[in-house]
């Protein structure tokens, strides 16, 4: 149905193209940044029901310890820790960054500057291409022989470097040449973001005309770049180990396998802001739409999100505060990641000042932003406790750091894709989802993912440490109410997961039979809504447009509409 | 007082990390209620139904601005209060090393402990040490230095009841300290994921009064243990 649609698409501005395009070039080969952005939205949602199964899997094995998980068989130990690891790698690795970096930032930057496409389309394609062979490579590592890597998604060496420690002698190669492979193709395409957003505005948008999600994918992209070589080196490094036998992380031949922490945990704390940068210029641009009111203090936002980025390479080490670092280091990182919470806290007053005087709706896209808000705030003041070395001595390890970071990762890579996926879906799409089912699905997922991370915090507290596939062997561990809350995440998972089932379904009804969405159904004034929707290859055959003013100007005294579109003339 | 409620507090500075939890959820939780109470207030206050036009404002205003700085010398404050407690807490567990009245040595490998006590003569690396797998015997209020060791690859001496935690490293000897102050039998975790057999290497920490410490030591150590074991022997060839 989508196909006779596009086809039907292409014939009528078939003379805008050089060639008619066929369905290889149009769907698998594509320049186009729109069907680049689909093919990684696509693959990223496909990924994330792996890394949920891989959760589903795990989790029912932690609260009936021993079951016959339906789907899956008996966890066995082996099992559990492939499980862990492919879960956390899979959906940081393989949904957070296509979806929020890679699908957003390649649909979103062209059409809100107003440029026909990316300035470097076939690096773009190749981009995803190899982005693709990643993803196949970690998959097929659970059908090798030794089964997939199971040393967690950190890889700490030398369990991950030593097959007859690690047991997985091809699973931990594949599983680090994926990774290495997935940051190639985040590096050609941070190339394009950064590039295109810098060079192809449209005539008249000066730096703070920029709509506040394109300078977040801008501002994550560079991080990216900045922290990722140490890695990309550590990673060959690691492989060299592997199957080379050199001793770059190996302590009985001279090498120390706390430099890869350092070199993993460099770039790793950078990462978290990488994909949540993405995710809050998604929340400001639904925000201002819904509350129809200008982003409270652009600037200052856009400086948090500079000054985040900053600190962001100088805390890596509070993930390694009980690794044997020297301890007077703990002392200088603790200052540091608690001074991140001055621009984060700024970032959070600032979205929440921009309610304040507005006209608010609660349609589904903003519903996600909203909660995107409130749970973000949870994860946020819940990483003090783990920042603050002397508390984290206990914390470390626990389900209370499993709880904060799934309060972080959740509302970026889940609820801000949400909030942007059924924000620019009429765009994407051309139709309108169905407000009702989306509303259901929101608070079908909302509601679960509380009651899934809340008695984590809980057990965390009480002293449960990750990783373990089966507390029933420590007696601390094995009291009957912490089993009861153990269930109940397990339960509340079901639940969530059963619930996504609505969104695919309101996701495909809405696509073939939706109402038409018509180019601003939302009455937004950023230049992707004067394009068609969904936008033909070059987005606005009819010319280019040109901006005069700001991405926010809602109710604005000297106009009558309640919105100003950059591209009206004063 | 929250984390003494889910888990005894068994060394010296198990409070300390106790108390630190809770100022540290004291100075959080008041700024986030506030900060929810305003997100709900303006969500319901400024609902479509009740509003004709939303204001313009760009939020750079002094009038408005204002609350926006004004917001950050609390939460710069509690920082530094944070600082101060955190690492004071973490200077004494971790920088300070105080003077050991007993010291044991802990090894780690896929997937057991083993421990490593002194025997009567309290010095270790003497023939009268007394080795053991996956339970470690300590005396309560006495001041311990652990020799950290591991023998493949990461593991993590995790003692909950303590509220301590430390990885092992191959190649090195971690050096930390410990004082028991409550007498019982808990759990010693591995908190650092080291292969399929990670969930499975419990032990057991056993804090003992002084003299029945010393009545462990002096029934296990390898000497006692040959005189213990003789008349038995003599029994069975009867």
């Known amino acids: 149905m989508a196909e006779t649609i596009h086809v039907g698409h292409a014939e009528e501005h078939g003379h805008h193209d050089h060639h008619e395009m066929s369905f290889l070039e149009k769907y698998v080969f594509p320049l186009d940044h729109k069907m680049i952005a689909m093919q990684y939205m696509f693959t990223g949602m496909f990924m994330a029901l792996i890394g949920g199964f891989f959760a589903y899997a795990f989790r029912m094995q932690l609260a009936f310890p021993g079951m016959d998980v339906p789907f899956w068989g008996v966890v066995t130990p082996a099992d559990y820790n492939a499980l862990v690891t492919s879960h956390g790698s899979v959906m940081i690795f393989w949904v957070a960054m296509p979806v929020l970096i890679a699908a957003f930032g390649n649909y979103l930057i062209p059409l809100m500057i107003g440029a026909d496409d990316m300035v470097f389309p076939k690096i773009n394609r190749l981009s995803y291409q ?441 | 007082m929250i984390l003494e409620s889910l888990l005894p507090a068994a060394s010296s500075y198990a409070r300390d990390i106790g108390f630190l939890f809770d100022l540290i959820t004291l100075l959080v939780g008041v700024p986030f209620l506030i900060a929810c109470y305003l997100f709900f207030a303006f969500i319901f206050r400024f609902a479509a139904k009740k509003v004709d036009k939303a204001m313009y404002i760009t939020g750079y205003e002094h009038e408005y601005m204002k609350w926006i700085h004004r917001a950050h010398v609390p939460i710069l404050v509690f920082d530094v209060i944070i600082v101060i407690f955190a690492v004071n807490v973490w200077y004494n567990v971790k920088q300070n090393l105080p003077e050991a009245e007993s010291t044991v040595r802990v090894i780690a490998q896929q997937w057991a402990w083993t421990f490593v006590h002194p025997g009567p003569d309290n010095t270790l690396d003497t023939a009268d040490d007394i080795t053991t797998v996956n339970e470690l015997h300590v005396a309560k209020d006495t001041l311990y230095h652990y020799k950290l060791e591991s023998k493949d690859v990461l593991h993590n001496f995790s003692v909950p009841v303590f509220r301590l935690k430390q990885d092992a490293i191959p190649g090195r000897v971690i050096t930390g300290w410990f004082e028991p102050t409550l007498a019982g039998e808990y759990d010693i975790q591995c908190a650092e994921i080291c292969g399929i057999g990670h969930g499975l290497m419990p032990a057991r920490i056993h804090i003992e009064t002084p003299s029945q410490h010393a009545a462990w030591v002096a029934e296990n150590s390898p000497f006692s243990l040959a005189k213990a074991s003789a008349p038995e022997l003599e029994v069975a060839e009867r």
């Open chain 1, 130 to 570: 190899i982005f693709l062979i990643s993803a196949i490579i970690i998959i097929a590592s659970f059908f090798v022989e030794g089964g997939a890597f199971g040393g967690a998604w950190t890889a700490y060496p030398p369990l991950s470097t030593k097959a007859q420690y690690s047991l997985t002698p091809i699973g931990s190669t594949m599983w680090i040449t994926a990774v290495a492979l997935e940051f190639v193709a985040f590096l050609l395409g941070g190339i394009n973001f950064i590039t295109t957003a810098m060079n192809s505005r449209a005539p008249g948008m000066k730096m703070w005309d920029i709509p506040m999600v394109v300078w977040m994918i801008v501002i994550a992209s560079i991080l990216f770049m900045l922290s990722v070589g140490p890695l990309l080196a550590g990673g060959i490094m690691m492989i060299f180990d592997q199957q080379l036998g050199t001793a770059f992380f190996d302590p009985d031949r001279g090498g120390d396998p706390i430099l890869w922490q350092h070199l993993f945990w460099f770039f790793g704390h950078p990462e978290v802001y990488v994909v949540l940068l993405p995710a809050v210029g998604i929340v400001a641009e639904v925000m201002t739409v819904f509350s129809r009111k200008k982003l409270f203090a652009y600037k200052t936002v856009l400086y948090t999100a500079i000054g985040t980025g900053v600190l962001s390479f100088t805390v890596w080490a509070h993930h390694q505060f009980i690794a044997g670092i020297d301890p007077r280091m703990a002392n200088v990182f603790t200052v540091t990641t608690l001074l991140i919470s001055v621009p984060i806290a700024e970032m959070m007053f600032v979205y929440i000042a921009t309610l304040y005087g507005g006209k608010i709706t609660l349609t589904t896209p903003m519903l996600w932003a909203l909660a995107f808000v409130f749970e973000f705030l949870i994860g946020g003041i819940t990483g003090i406790f783990l920042g603050a070395s002397g508390n984290d001595i206990y914390m470390h390890d626990t389900y209370f750091v499993l709880a904060h970071f799934h309060y972080t990762f959740y509302p970026i890579a889940i609820i801000g894709t949400y909030a942007g996926f059924t924000f620019w879906f009429p765009k994407m799409f051309g139709k309108m989802m169905n407000d009702g089912l989306g509303k259901l699905h929101f608070w079908l997922t909302i509601i679960p993912f509380n009651l899934i991370f809340l008695p984590l915090f809980v057990l965390g507290a009480s002293g449960q440490h990750r990783r373990i596939y089966d507390y029933t062997n420590f007696p601390e561990l094995a009291q009957p109410w912490q089993q009861d809350l153990r269930q109940l995440a397990t339960i509340s998972l079901v639940v969530m997961l059963g619930a996504q089932v609505i969104f695919f379904y309101n996701v495909i009804k809405s696509w073939m039979s939706g109402p038409p969405a018509g180019k601003n159904p939302w009455n937004s004034g950023t230049l992707e809504w004067t394009a068609t929707s969904p936008p033909p290859h070059g987005n606005w055959p009819e010319g280019l447009p040109t901006c005069y003013r700001g991405p926010y100007e809602y109710s604005h005294p000297d106009h009558d509409k309640d919105y100003w579109p950059q591209n009206e003339p004063a």
